[in-house]
């Protein structure tokens, strides 16, 4: 083997401009597919960031009126929901119903001073950021001794707070008027309009919105997160058996569809998914394409040797020479060329990626775009891919080599 490399090198020093050239046709390829499957990556955890809410599967119930006549009661017939559905719902699906939560609200008007504005209002349990998709900026989101007391207490978005306060900096603490009632702001929250948040919407302790807003009790809409229903199927056979229990406890006909909205976002994240991993294997593709390139580059160029060097290895075949040395020193030569450019041409994809990462965290981060980092398993394959493209580029050179006869290799 010793005799092999350095008969390999000492070809590859007389020929360093066509070894470059080859090489970094190669290199070229495994740059860019590094930096194609880096953004591809970063496309994907930008967009999963975005809807990472999604995936909690929630399940959203609003009351409507009925369209069909049952069981005597006339069409038309309101439904409504209480706090004690919520707990028949939780009863029905224990292995189904990691969280319920339930919404009253109201439309008015919320003022500070002679500013004044509409804006939406929402009686609202503790933990409901997470399904109502929106952060807590400022201050803090209500709690329970809120909901106790029946404090009248409130957290407002920032586009609502830039409204009533277009001068104020310090917003936590201060007073505002929602109806003819006066509230204290607790929190500021920003929402995530890309996947259902709100930008006019007013959250106060469900307690406080029954008593001075819903007095009759009745629920806006009720919020389900689920668990245990990982795939399409299981969730099709939930919503199934919840329309069943649903129309049970309010007492109207299965198929009256109007007699309650029920939607969940997970049919839409699946379809979000598909097409994300669709863009991805589409990146994958042309990066390989660009691979295959080099590697179509670096077997012409081996091609080229042998043609260069026949009369060479007709004068070897003559001496002994085996078949076995002659495909071993024209493939070795194609895997070292393409694992030495193939090396740098991964370092600077990996070094672009790494710095990309950086320029990003260094700006905040993007709303679309997470950071373009390659796993260890793609590297990996990389190497894989590397030492494949070197055997294949030279495997054709080589079985030519050896096909050649000998009296035609002596007297080329």
């Known amino acids: 083997?010793?005799?092999?490399?350095?008969?390999?090198?000492?070809?590859?020093?007389?020929?360093?401009?066509?070894?470059?050239?080859?090489?970094?046709?190669?290199?070229?390829?495994?740059?860019?597919?590094?930096?194609?499957?880096?953004?591809?990556?970063?496309?994907?955890?930008?967009?999963?960031?975005?809807?990472?809410?999604?995936?909690?599967?929630?399940?959203?119930?609003?009351?409507?009126?009925t369209s069909m006549v049952y069981k005597g009661q006339p069409k038309n017939k309101a439904i409504f929901f209480t706090p004690d559905d919520t707990i028949k719902i939780r009863k029905a699906f224990p292995e189904h119903v990691a969280y319920i939560k339930y919404t009253l609200s109201d439309t008015t008007s919320i003022s500070s001073g002679k500013i004044k504005t509409a804006a939406s209002i929402e009686g609202q349990q503790?933990?409901?950021?997470?399904?109502?998709?929106?952060?807590?900026?400022?201050?803090?989101?209500?709690?329970q001794w809120d909901i106790d007391s029946n404090r009248k207490v409130c957290v407002m978005s920032s586009s609502l707070t830039d409204i009533i306060f277009p001068e104020e900096k310090q917003l936590i603490g201060k007073q505002v008027t929602i109806g003819s009632i006066s509230f204290l702001v607790v929190g500021i929250y920003e929402p995530n309009v890309d996947i259902g948040g709100t930008l006019r919407t007013v959250y106060t302790?469900?307690?406080?919105?029954?008593?001075?807003?819903?007095?009759?009790?009745?629920?806006?809409?009720?919020?389900?997160?689920?668990?245990?229903?990982?795939?399409?199927?299981?969730?099709?056979?939930?919503?199934?058996?919840?329309?069943?229990?649903?129309?049970?406890?309010?007492?109207?006909?299965?198929e009256d569809l109007s007699a309650i909205s029920l939607k969940s976002d997970y049919e839409n994240y699946l379809d979000i998914m598909t097409i994300l991993k669709g863009i991805y294997l589409f990146i994958v593709i042309i990066g390989l394409a660009t691979m295959v390139s080099g590697v179509v580059g670096v077997s012409n160029i081996m091609m080229i040797t042998v043609k260069e060097r026949t009369r060479e290895l007709g004068v070897r075949k003559a001496m002994g020479a085996s078949n076995e040395h002659i495909v071993a020193l024209v493939l070795v030569e194609s895997v070292i060329i393409t694992l030495i450019f193939g090396y740098?041409?991964?370092?600077?994809?990996?070094?672009?990626?790494?710095?990309?990462?950086?320029?990003?965290?260094?700006?905040?981060?993007?709303?679309?775009?997470?950071?373009?980092?390659?796993?260890?398993?793609?590297i990996f394959a990389a190497n894989v891919v590397m030492l494949l493209a070197g055997i294949i580029a030279g495997y054709v050179p080589a079985k030519k080599a050896i096909n050649c006869k000998l009296v035609d290799a002596l007297a080329a």
């Open 1 to 65: 083997m010793r005799d092999i490399l350095s008969e390999v090198f000492t070809s590859m020093k007389s020929n360093k401009m066509r070894i470059a050239l080859t090489g970094f046709s190669i290199g070229w390829g495994l740059f860019i597919l590094i930096v194609l499957l880096g953004a591809g990556n970063g496309l994907l955890k930008g967009m999963m960031s975005n809807f990472s809410n999604s995936t909690d599967n929630i399940y959203t119930i609003i009351p409507g009126t």
């Open 126 to 143: 503790t933990g409901f950021e997470r399904i109502e998709h929106i952060k807590i900026t400022h201050g803090r989101s209500i709690n």
């Open 344 to 378: 740098v041409g991964l370092l600077f994809g990996i070094g672009l990626t790494q710095l990309l990462s950086a320029v990003l965290a260094a700006f905040g981060g993007s709303a679309i775009f997470g950071a373009p980092t390659v796993g260890l398993g793609i």
């Open 205 to 254: 302790p469900y307690t406080t919105a029954l008593h001075t807003f819903c007095p009759e009790n009745h629920l806006s809409k009720i919020s389900i997160m689920t668990r245990n229903l990982d795939d399409l199927e299981s969730n099709r056979t939930f919503e199934s058996n919840l329309r069943k229990q649903l129309a049970r406890q309010k007492d109207y006909h299965l």
